[in-house]
């Protein structure tokens, strides 16, 4: 199954609403899961279930969709939130993830 | 606290093997998958496949079949990823990272701090 992200690449300000997009190949239902990963640093979980924000993850990230089409959405950027953003299916094997979105500052 | 501790970089001649392994503690290790990915330099992630430590059944992703080993040592909670025949394409960061529950399809909840594999002549 192939993960398309888009943006690949995006330029925010603090404050400002950010949304990426994925899209499936073929409907996962909701096995979807979003990462965030700062440079030189592994990978952080943080929604999973399409929906389901992981522990310790700050309320202004959400994410929503089902099927082939879902989005991660970053309510009010922060600084701490300028990284290179991740979905990965969970629904067939192999597992696979998207091409990745950097969110860069304006 | 959930800790995923990996082995050192390595540098690698091309034909050759590496052997990188993940130390667990915080949690109990045999109750969840232990997955390894890898980042090619300024690349995505590439899942290359994840062991269940409980049995020590392997699923590869066809990309890596007939050159990935994933084995697991219960008695030191460690997790292991041997490359065989390795080539430049192979230079990466590689990290393990744990299920979250029970299940081989559950999100990545902890990862390792990831090892450098370069493969150079």
């Known amino acids: 199954i192939q993960l398309t992200q888009s943006p690949s690449s995006l330029s925010a300000s603090v404050g400002d609403r950010v949304t990426i997009t994925c899209r499936a190949s073929?409907?996962?239902?909701?096995?979807l899961a979003w990462y965030q990963q700062k440079p030189g640093k592994a990978p952080k979980l943080l929604i999973y279930a399409a929906s389901t924000l992981q522990s310790g993850v700050p309320s202004r990230f959400s994410g929503s969709g089902s099927g082939t089409d879902f989005t991660l959405t970053i309510s009010s950027l922060q600084p701490e939130d300028f990284a290179t953003y991740y979905c990965?299916?969970?629904?067939?094997?192999?597992?696979?993830f998207g091409g990745g979105t950097k969110v860069e500052i304006k | 606290q959930v800790q995923l501790v990996q082995s050192g970089a390595e540098v690698k001649k091309p034909g050759a093997s590496v052997k990188v392994s993940c130390k667990a503690s915080g949690y109990t290790f045999t109750g969840h998958y232990m997955h390894w990915v890898r980042q090619a330099p300024g690349q995505g992630l590439e899942w290359m496949g994840w062991i269940n430590p409980n049995s020590g059944v392997t699923n590869y992703a066809q990309n890596f079949q007939g050159r990935v080993t994933m084995t697991r040592d219960t008695s030191i909670s460690t997790a292991y990823m041997e490359l065989s025949r390795l080539t430049s394409d192979d230079t990466a960061v590689y990290y393990c990272a744990k299920s979250s529950k029970n299940r081989s399809s559950s999100p990545f909840d902890y990862w390792g701090q990831g090892t450098l594999v370069t493969v150079s002549s």
């Open positions: 990965q299916q969970l629904n067939s094997y192999p597992l696979t």
């Open positions: 073929q409907g996962i239902s909701n096995y």
